[in-house]
């Protein structure tokens, strides 16, 4: 068993979330602040309470794009219900799959005409609650001058016969404290309070925490067409390895964890760049070198310590010419130089923007190549290259999958 930070793994999450949808920032964490604030108001349970700053925190994870021709959250208005499916699904036989219906209804109105065919009471609690959250959120101006609009907050929401009249006059309650407010419009203060009202540690076996991973590895597979399986061929090609060279079944797990979570910081890097169908620019590349440094500190805090560096050492090589922690030579461990080959060979192998997938003589000939230029370890290389049969055969059958 491991002990788990379920807010830390959440809020970072929830920051995850932050990097990939511009003009979103310190949303979910208004959200979540609001919704805690309101149950507490409502006189809700300490797991309620603590649900809603969960669910705050990832309430708007189905607008992840999932092809070409998603819109982005700006464009919602159209279907708001659309994200609200996607997440469900997303959340749907995870860790977290008891979050999946309140995902789904999180954007119902109280006088019916949803999707889940619910109306009034019948729509559960906690999404009343999150709706009204995130309305709240989303007309909320930082920039303006706070306390001088409280004012008209009641006059706009009355308005709207959409939301819970009982909520409404919780939250009109609310509304007269200045202190609701600023710590809304403070993101330090926000973040410390979130902290405050949102820890709470358990102890998970392995595969939960695989799982866990695995719902991670979504968040960045969704982001680009070219990157769909990435990370799941990493994680299952990183297991066989560690099976192979007769790991212990801690380690397989660990590595394989490493390997579904070693992109996580592509979070940061526009679909514009991950999906450019030539060679990037100088500045482009600088952008795109800085998502293992994100995929450390995303996983920090939440995953064991050797799971952190061998994910975000990925990029690093055996001449320290890496990135972007410049790690080199005895610095990089077993498992952390056996990663970094698995990557390499799994980029080659997959088709991308700017070209199809090599075969097995152009692999050999790079990764060999830049074993004998000290890049990466030689003898990992031949190892990948060894098993290339039986690492193809799981390409295929997780690409049918």
């Not at 092809?67 to 860790?95: M, T, V």
């Not at 968040?219 to 297991?239: N, P």
């Not at 923007?353 to 003898?379: S, T, V």
Request: net charge negative; hydrophobic share 40%.
């Amino acid at each position: 068993m491991v002990t788990f930070n379920r807010f830390n793994f959440i809020k970072n999450m929830s920051k995850a979330l932050d990097l990939s949808m511009e003009g979103l920032q310190d949303h979910h964490r208004r959200v979540a602040y609001i919704a805690y604030r309101l149950g507490e108001r409502y006189n809700l349970t300490p797991t309620q309470k603590r649900d809603l700053v969960y669910l705050g925190l990832i309430h708007d994870i189905g607008i992840l794009r999932w092809d070409a021709n998603d819109e982005r959250i700006r464009q919602i208005a159209e279907n708001e219900f659309e994200h609200c499916r996607r997440g469900a699904l997303i959340l749907k036989n995870s860790y977290f799959d008891h979050y999946a219906r309140y995902i789904f209804s999180h954007h119902d109105h109280y006088v019916g005409k949803n999707p889940s065919g619910l109306t009034g009471e019948e729509i559960p609690l906690l999404c009343r609650v999150l709706f009204l959250a995130d309305r709240i959120a989303v007309n909320f101006n930082p920039e303006s001058c706070i306390l001088e609009k409280v004012k008209y907050w009641r006059e706009y929401f009355t308005k709207r016969k959409i939301f819970d009249p009982r909520l409404l006059e919780v939250f009109f309650e609310l509304a007269e404290a200045e202190e609701f407010w600023l710590t809304l419009g403070d993101s330090d203060i926000l973040n410390q309070r979130l902290e405050e009202i949102g820890y709470a540690e358990e102890l998970i076996n392995l595969p939960d925490m695989i799982g866990l991973a695995e719902l991670f590895a979504k968040l960045v597979d969704h982001k680009s067409r070219f990157t769909f399986f990435h990370s799941q061929l990493v994680g299952e090609i990183a297991e066989y390895l560690g099976k192979v060279l007769n790991f212990g079944q801690e380690d397989v797990s660990f590595l394989k964890i490493a390997g579904l979570l070693h992109d996580i910081g592509k979070m940061s890097v526009p679909e514009s760049i991950l999906e450019k169908p030539g060679d990037l620019t100088e500045e482009e590349f600088l952008c795109m070198k800085k998502h293992s440094f994100y995929t450390y500190y995303l996983l920090n805090g939440v995953f064991p310590e050797k799971i952190v560096k061998v994910a975000a050492y990925h990029h690093e090589k055996l001449d320290g010419s890496g990135y972007p922690f410049k790690k080199k030579g005895e610095e990089l461990g077993f498992e952390e130089r056996l990663l970094a080959v698995i990557d390499i060979f799994v980029a080659l192998l997959e088709e991308r923007p700017y070209r199809k997938g090599l075969d097995y003589r152009e692999i050999k000939g790079i990764m060999e190549e830049m074993g004998q230029k000290n890049k990466i370890d030689r003898e990992l290389v031949r190892v990948v290259l060894d098993n290339y049969p039986e690492l193809q055969a799981i390409k295929k059958k997780l690409s049918e999958a």
